[in-house]
């Protein structure tokens, strides 16, 4: 199945308001470009080293979105063009992303990342700390980021129900946080395993990558 296919075919399974980040981490810029000739613009990487060097390389109408853990010290590299970061997970790192941002003249979109796991490995802020954030004075004064939204892994498992309730989960904070924060818009959940559950939960916008480009030949 060519790349094209399979992108016809994921897009075929989304509902309108449901935006399609397509994963393309690992996979070569040749892949990356048929997707684009395809129609898709907006792409995922998990490594920001990664990601600038495939934005080189790139057209520059594609909206980059980078899904992985950021690290502080590499925000610097991607500030100039990232156009959504879905890993925030604390004040400190959005301070980070802020000062970068003004450097460039940039306001960058952000989402909060959620821990919605039961699994000790995926990173995230409890529900608590993401009201207390949003609630912070100094969080106020950041000018050149936009919370527009909120991310949340599920747990890698076969449990449909569990993963439906992780789901949930992550849509009710983000109701809530709606609440003192009307500008939010976007729910980042859902990839190839289990996209079609996130959107019956209320998905905005699903990361999908070995659906699209095949199978990865390293986990990442
Ligand atoms: C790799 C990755 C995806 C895509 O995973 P697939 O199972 O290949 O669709 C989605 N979100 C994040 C955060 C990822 O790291």
């Not at 925000?75 to 003004?102: C, P, Q, R, W």
């Not at 699994?119 to 207390?132: R, Y």
Request: with cysteine; glycine share 6%; hydrophobic share 40%.
């Amino acid at each position: 199945m060519s790349i094209k296919t399979n992108l016809t075919e994921v897009k075929s399974k989304l509902p309108n308001h449901v935006t399609l980040v397509a994963v393309s981490k690992t996979k070569p810029v040749e892949d990356l470009m048929e997707a684009y000739q395809a129609g898709q613009r907006i792409f995922g990487e998990n490594k920001i080293q990664e990601m600038a060097e495939k934005y080189q390389q790139m057209p520059k109408d594609v909206l980059w979105h980078m899904i992985g853990n950021v690290q502080r010290n590499k925000v610097k590299y991607m500030a100039e063009f990232v156009n959504m970061i879905h890993g925030v997970d604390s004040e400190k790192l959005l301070n980070e992303i802020n000062k970068h941002a003004k450097k460039h003249d940039r306001t960058i979109n952000c989402l909060l990342q959620l821990k919605i796991a039961q699994e000790d490995t995926k990173f995230g802020m409890t529900s608590e700390a993401a009201h207390t954030l949003l609630n912070s004075k100094d969080f106020k004064r950041l000018e050149n980021i936009a919370i527009v939204g909120v991310m949340g892994m599920a747990s890698f498992t076969d449990n449909t129900t569990q993963i439906k309730e992780e789901f949930s989960a992550l849509k009710t904070t983000f109701e809530s946080l709606k609440n003192i924060n009307p500008k939010l818009r976007e729910v980042s959940m859902g990839m190839s395993g289990d996209y079609p559950l996130a959107i019956e939960c209320g998905s905005t916008m699903v990361r999908i990558g070995s659906s699209i480009f095949g199978a990865r030949n390293y986990v990442i």
